[in-house]
């Protein structure tokens, strides 16, 4: 087409279909006249997409620009939207300090002259760049390992670090194609292509560390990317990352290049760099402007403009996910805090004993009696091993086959854990951070926990940390859990037409998530296997909730299944005592219940009204009723608004049914009221059942060893 339009001898052809857009450029340079060698003779290259197309004035424009700028040998246009001209895509480029490529354009931002008086930037779109033709034979074009994203950016830093200038000229307008199918510029070539530059213009010493880091940052990246359901999004990321770091040969001529045509100090373009509080901030505004839920309707992996890679990664800086909030942190640091004040003893510790701890075996040995079909107590005899062996197992291995160290940093750890578990479960209910920072803190200093910690409830302690997980993978299940998106029914509400289709993200919005049944499934088995009489309120629940819920509620059937299967063989073993399939593991421990009002206050055991707190010599009996007091002012808001959230007129069955036995369990207990009554277990009341097998607070039974 083009040969008709402009005569065959007028277009060059590659006759290679992989031929990146800099060796094209090249080919086509070789085949016409050479550079003028005349005095003062300037010539110009203009460089075109095939996804885009110039605004007739463009080339006139940008022609004014460098004539009126001597020193400026590169120069690039204002890129808008093909299909909305108004809309945005860049006004020049920057990278970040670790050499991530940036447009800091807000979503779907107008062009209303706000750049207009923006000249001299870090880089330009190579659609519609017009570079002298003497600097870039200068700089050799553009880099080979680079055919496609971040070629652009390569040649602008290139071009600074020679003494030379870049400028946007927003009065040139590009027109240009976004999402286009087949596209190279996708999220694992921009990550490829970042992982190069950075190792490119790197300081040599550097370069190593760099290497490093963007290998390790990429395996954060998967981590993430399978927290939020993407896991093919992680998996292309960390292949783009080590596709980049095997390649030393083309690193090692990228940076020989480099360093052939520079003439000022790296340091000189650290100037136009965009800081990183400025590119968080930017990430920040960009979810708060459509919601994370629109924000995740494009697909990460979608095509972008040529020679515009974006920011891949900004669906996960977002201060509104649990996992990277400022909230969750503090949570976290408050009760890590008060954990290592309450148990400085156990620093440095090799294992604890007494009080339902009893010393554990090896890694090897504690699998043998999770997985046999003997007993091995006394003589032996016949019998599956208790359910509660396999989570031990999973355990010792967390802390490298030491079985002993494991357990004292469950016990060091169970506050700051059981808090995020809480931040994270909160997040299906709120959006709210400051209600999340509070379930946080009151889930991490309930007395149940306090409880099972001074009495070495290992198993107790377990269910504690992963019921908030369990809660928050039942509520995505069966799509309960809050959204961060406009849905239909709220745009039809407040008169407003929904300008995208919404999309239908499992886990929120009334649509079930199957991954996340199966971490429900999953968190149950590890609840049950630690407390075993949970197992029957929480089938009733999961029943319940599958029959009320219809079709939204058929995926939580499945999350039985692990729990079945884990119970099953010592269910068998267990047929002529079938009380002690609900035993909790451990040693056995005597236990007084508190009457119904103490737990209806989160307090597990009986304590003396008039008694002071335990470890609190200034807070001891006198004639002040600090127990009480205490037990008031934590547990009295929270069972408030338990009661308050079962009348809600928004909530769904399931958060109804949910909303009920948290609370009654939970409630801050580091000080914990004292008592003169016997070591025991307690009880703690709920809508469906009674959950045994806690032990008081008032002294610890286990030592250190």
Known sequence: MLQRALGKANVTGTGEHKTGFGAAVMAALARSAPPSREPGAVEWIWLLHDDAAPAPDALAELLQAVERAPSVTVAGCKQLSWNAERRLVDAGLSTSRWAERLTLIEADELDQGQYDGRTDTFAVNSAGMLIRRDAWEQLGGFDPALPGVGDDVDFCWRNWLAGNRVVVVPAARMFHVENRPHSLATPAAARKSQVHLRLTHASPWKVPLHALGALLGSMVRLVLSILVKEPGHGISQLGATVAALGRPGAIWRSRRNAARTRRVPRSMVKGLQTPRREVWAHRRSLVEAIGAD???????????????????????????????????????????????????????????????????????????????????????????????????????LLGGSDSSTAIVWLLLLAMPLSGLGAWFAAGAMTS??????????????????????????????????????????????????????????????????????????????????????????????????????????????????????????????????????????????????????????????????????????????????????????????????????????????????????????????????????????????????????????????????????????????????
């Open 294 to 396: 629109e924000f995740q309707e494009t697909d990460s992996l979608a095509p972008e403009p040529s020679g515009d890679a974006g920011d891949d990664f900004v669906a996960l800086a977002t201060n509104e996910r649990g996992w990277i909030g400022t909230g969750a942190v503090a949570a976290a640091f408050v009760a890590l805090a008060a954990s290592i004040v309450g148990l400085l003893g156990l620093l440095g510790a090799n294992g604890v004993t007494g009080g339902g701890l009893l010393p554990l075996s090896s890694a090897g040995d504690i699998w043998r009696s999770a997985s046999t079909w003997w007993i091995g107590l006394g003589a032996g005899l016949p019998g599956h091993g208790d359910p509660f062996a396999y989570i031990l197992w999973l355990v010792s």
């Open 432 to 705: 709210l951070r400051r209600y999340r920072f509070m379930a946080a803190l009151i889930w991490a200093a309930a007395p149940a926990l306090q409880v099972a910690v001074n009495q070495g409830r290992a198993g107790a302690l377990l269910a504690h940390v992963v019921m908030p997980l369990l809660v928050l993978a039942l509520f995505r299940a069966t799509g309960s859990a809050l959204g961060r998106g406009t849905t239909l029914d709220q745009a039809q509400q407040s008169g407003r037409a929904a300008t995208r289709p919404l999309p239908g993200k499992p886990g929120v919005n009334g649509t079930p998530s199957w991954t996340a049944a199966a971490a429900a499934g999953l968190a149950l088995a590890v609840v049950t296997a630690s407390a075993p009489s949970l197992l029957p309120p929480f089938a009733v629940l999961i029943v319940f909730c599958g029959i009320a819920l219809g079709r939204r509620g058929r995926t939580i059937w499945w999350s039985l299944l692990p729990s079945a299967a884990l119970f099953a063989p010592y269910v068998l073993s267990a047929l002529e005592r079938p009380r002690t399939m609900l035993a909790d593991p451990g040693v056995p421990l005597g236990f007084e219940a508190a009457p119904l009002w103490q737990q209806l206050l989160g307090q597990p055991l009986k304590f003396d009204v008039n008694g002071g707190l335990a470890g609190l010599a200034l807070f001891g009996p006198s004639g002040i009723p600090w127990a009480l007091a205490l037990a008031l002012l934590i547990g009295a808001p929270v069972l408030l608004l338990s009661i308050a959230a079962l009348f809600v007129p928004e909530a769904g069955p399931a958060s109804r049914v949910s909303s009920g036995p948290e609370p009654l369990c939970s409630s801050p207990g580091h000080g914990s009221p004292d008592t003169s009554q016997p070591e025991s277990t307690a009880t703690c009341s709920s809508r469906h059942s009674r959950v045994r097998q806690f032990p008081r607070p008032g002294s610890r039974s286990w030592e250190r060893r």
